[in-house]
């Protein structure tokens, strides 16, 4: 779903993603890929422009495109983010889910299109008010990119992705 898209603005122009794979001690640090090719620090999102992707030697070839030293997936990925905590992003939404755990897999990566079971709080005037359970959360990758307003400083490091909370303008959420 991104291919072509190289160049493209896709997020909003405040957000950047980049890898650092030589952190010392970090989960996802490694210093060759599982092509053996040697990892090094690069953006993959800058000013919200997509500038590289994330390649190992084989797709890069059925690219026509370098390997950017990723097979076996990323390392170390870094979101940009802003000066706002969790509780400001959850007042800032207003009304709407926010999301604590996601369940199976539901990315298309042909079209780009996602849904997942998801479980959380219903938030009303920017207060939690009661846990959701068994809800369906979908959208397109692409058009979730741009719905971005926010991301938190509430870093949390999962595996290999430093992210904070991320707020989004809208999404389909089914269920109960």
Do not use: C
């Not at 010392?24 to 620090?41: E, I, K, M, P």
């Not at 500038?51 to 690219?63: A, E, N, P, Q």
């Not at 949390?156 to 959420?173: A, C, D, I, K």
């Amino acid at each position: 779903f991104l291919e072509g898209a190289l160049g493209q603005r896709l997020f909003p122009e405040w957000l950047s993603i980049d890898e650092r794979p030589h952190l010392v001690g970090a989960l996802g640090s490694a210093s060759f890929d599982s092509d053996g090719l040697a990892t090094y620090a690069k953006p993959f999102v800058e000013n919200g422009e997509l500038v590289s992707y994330v390649l190992g030697t084989y797709s890069g070839r059925k690219l026509g495109l370098p390997s950017t030293a990723n097979a076996g997936g990323v390392h170390n990925l870094f979101v940009s983010h802003g000066d706002e905590d969790q509780a400001a992003l959850i007042r800032r939404m207003g009304r709407g889910l926010l999301v604590t755990e996601l369940m199976g897999q539901g990315v298309n990566l042909v079209t780009g299109d996602y849904s997942r079971g998801a479980a959380g709080y219903w938030v009303e005037n920017g207060k939690i008010q009661f846990p959701v359970q068994e809800v369906t959360i979908a959208a397109n990758l692409r058009d979730l990119f741009r719905r971005i307003v926010a991301v938190g400083k509430d870093i949390e490091r999962r595996g290999n992705l430093h992210t904070g909370s991320v707020l989004v303008e809208s999404m389909m959420v089914a269920g109960r």
